[in-house]
C-alpha cells in the first residue's frame, strides 16, 4: 500500500514535462520531508500494449498486400489504423519510514499523518478555482487557489504489483464502501454485469461546495463527511446525470469511496468485451457541452474496472 499524493501530465502551452516534474517532487519529498517516495509512469503499460496492437495492425496489412500482389490486384491507399492517444503521466507516491503498510487501514491511518505536511513549493501543486461563498460573518472571495498535494493524497495499492495478488480477495466490497453509496440513485452497484469503464475520477480535497446540499444527504453522505468529499460526490452525480441525459446518451453510474468518487459508463461481462474496447474509444477524451461551453472532459484514457460486490 501507498499514498498517491500527486499526478502530473505535460503542460505543452507552457512547454512543462510531468515527468520532469514528478522527478523533481520525489526528490524533494526524499530531501526535505525524509520520506519514501517513489515515481510510476501510469500510462507506460497502456503505451506499449497500444503499439504492439498497431504493429499487429500493420503486420496483417501487409501480409493482406502480398497476397493482393501475388493476385495480381494493385493496392489502393495507405495503411491507416485510429490508434488512442496515451498522454503522459506519471504518479508520486509515498510509504511509511522503515515500515511496510500491509493493507488498506495501516494506509489509511498513515494518511492522517501525510495530510497535516506542510505544503512544497507552488509548481508541484494543483491550481484550481474556488468560487466566492458567503456563509454567515465570513466571505470568501473568488480566485485561483493551489492545493496542497500532501492535503489531496489518498490511499492506492502499489500500482506495481496486480491488485489481484495484494488482495486476498479483491472482489470483497467494504460495508463502509455499501453505507455510503446506499442512496446514490446511479450507484455502479445496480449494474447486473460485472464490469464497467471507469471514465473520471474526482477527488475530495480538490473541491469546494456550501454545508448540508439536500442531494449530498441524499446520497448518504451529508454532515458524516467532510465538506470537500461532498463536493466530489456532487459532482461525480451531477456527470452520470448529465451522460445520461445527453444526446447520444450514456449508460452512466457513480461509486463513492473514503476520499474520491467514480463515474463510470456502461456494464459489461468482462474486460475484453468488444463493447467495452468500443466504448473505451468512443468516450476517451469526450467533452461533455453546454452549447459551445465545455464543462467536463472524460479521462483520456477510460479504464476497465471490475465492479466489487
Known sequence: MADLLQT????RANNISAQALAEEMVELIRRDYKLPAYLYDRGRKQRVEEEARVRELRRQYDEMIKQMSGQGVEPV???????IQIDEEFAVLVGKPNRHLKDMEA?????NDVRKLKSPPE?????????AEDSGNQKVRSGFVYL???????????????LEKKQADPDKLDDFI???????????????RPWTLMVKVYQGQAQYAPKNTSM????????KEPELLNASAAQAHSTAEFLRKMKPSYDAYVMHQRSY????????????????????????????????TVLETLSAQPLPMKIPR
Open 8 to 11: 502530473f501530465k505535460d503542460d
Open 77 to 83: 491507399g495507405r495503411f491507416r489504423v485510429k490508434t
Open 107 to 111: 494506509a489509511r491511518d498513515y494518511l
Open 123 to 131: 509548481q508541484y501543486c494543483q491550481r484550481v478555482f474556488a468560487g
Open 148 to 162: 496542497n498535494p500532501f492535503a489531496m493524497a489518498m490511499v492506492a495499492h502499489n500500482p506495481s504489483i496486480s
Open 178 to 192: 455499501k453505507e455510503i453509496n446506499s442512496g446514490e440513485e446511479y450507484s455502479v452497484f445496480k449494474a447486473k
Open 216 to 223: 449530498l444527504a441524499k446520497i448518504g453522505l451529508g454532515k
Open 261 to 292: 468518487s467514480i463515474v463510470t459508463v456502461g456494464q459489461f461481462s468482462d474486460k475484453d468485451d468488444p463493447e467495452l474496447l468500443a466504448a473505451q474509444k468512443t468516450l476517451a477524451g469526450l467533452q461533455l457541452k453546454t452549447g459551445v
